[in-house]
């Protein structure tokens, strides 16, 4: 005649219960955390760090409790995970799921790229920019000061457009098969400036600001070590955020300037993920092309494995037809190919 053991079965239990209530605090962690995180943004620290992480951090736990789960066998487990593991793709990373647009024939193509200061392969970001056979492209760390001088992969790229318009001013270059009517330079930080071109497209003009949001700031300092490299990005996440926060007011001055009725575009490297009050405070004027008809995450940066979405295009009076990221280009960003239509 068998004995059972009382203790044994309680021990051997632990496990599975330990599994559901992780599964279930994750369940509502993930949440809490998110609107932690919108809630103060840049204004602490420790938000403004888990806000310019990539968002992917939220897909470990769920994503780890959901294997151990599915090995036990416990069914239901896996799928409070599986519903964690939603919630993280669908609003921390953003994913966007859009029914295809019918393009007309006064569509045009904007391409926006940062060519990585000519660090990165000129010819094969030349190649790239015509095989998506744009109407406007606008580049970033494409010069190196507010003069005509551009640096070798921008002189590169601007020679492989001939009889296209362009105007430069800072890093940034805009490129374009119509005609430009007008142009306008605002200043930013140091030698960032936001370029206004006014072009005269198929269905009549368009603004195009193109942009790029500075980093740094004074004070930064250099880490001493990996392990010092960690106290750095704690201890600069929120003077940082603070630095592009103080660059809006000349992008919402570029945005109010000139014929406010024109249709508009503003695109660039902005270095700000699609969350936050620098975000927040664009979307309050204008429409994100990505949200608004792209697909998956838009994760344009570092190229080889893209981690964040920073690059945009920004719009008002313009509908956006398409948006789509396009594959490893010789920089260290990846282009952000936008078919857009001028609303008569």
Not at 23 to 48: D, I, Q, R, Y
Not at 174 to 195: A, K, N, Q, W
Not at 259 to 275: A, I, K, W
Not at 307 to 332: C, E, K, N, Q, T
């Amino acid at each position: 005649m068998g004995v059972t053991f009382p203790r044994n079965r309680n021990v051997s239990s632990r496990p599975r219960d330990f599994l559901k209530a992780w599964s279930l605090a994750t369940l509502l962690l993930l949440p809490l955390m998110w609107t932690w995180e919108l809630v103060f943004a840049e204004n602490g620290s420790l938000s403004a760090l888990l806000l310019y992480l990539p968002q992917h951090l939220y897909l470990i736990l769920p994503a780890m409790l959901g294997v151990w789960a599915l090995l036990k066998r416990r069914v239901r487990v896996a799928l409070l995970n599986a519903l964690s593991l939603t919630f993280s793709l669908v609003f921390p990373l953003g994913w966007q799921l859009h029914l295809p647009h019918q393009p007309s024939s006064a569509t045009v193509r904007l391409v926006t790229f940062n060519i990585q200061r000519g660090e990165g392969d000129e010819r094969r970001c030349e190649a790239a920019l015509h095989s998506l056979n744009p109407d406007i492209v606008c580049l970033q760390e494409s010069g190196l000061s507010t003069n005509i001088a551009l640096n070798a992969i921008g002189r590169h790229v601007l020679l492989g457009f001939p009889g296209w318009n362009a105007r430069y001013a800072g890093d940034v270059t805009t490129l374009s098969r119509f005609p430009i009517m007008s142009d306008h330079v605002y200043p930013l930080v140091g030698s960032r400036r936001t370029l206004e071109t006014v072009l005269q497209t198929r269905s009549g003009p368009m603004r195009v600001l193109n942009t790029h949001i500075s980093t740094t700031f004074a004070g930064e300092r250099a880490p001493t070590s990996q392990l010092d490299r960690i106290a750095v990005l704690y201890e600069t996440a929120r003077p940082s955020a603070q630095a592009r926060l103080n660059q809006l007011p000349a992008i919402h001055k570029a945005i109010d300037s000139g014929d406010t009725g024109t249709p508009l575009v503003l695109v660039g490297d902005f270095n700000t993920p699609p969350r936050g009050h620098f975000y927040g405070s664009l979307a309050g004027d204008l429409n994100d092309a990505f949200t608004s008809v792209g697909n998956g995450l838009g994760l344009t940066f570092p190229s080889r494995l893209p981690l964040l979405r920073i690059d945009y295009v920004w719009m008002r009076g313009v509908r956006a037809v398409s948006a789509f990221v396009g594959g490893p280009s010789g920089s260290d960003h990846r282009p952000l190919i936008t078919d857009l239509e001028v609303s008569s």
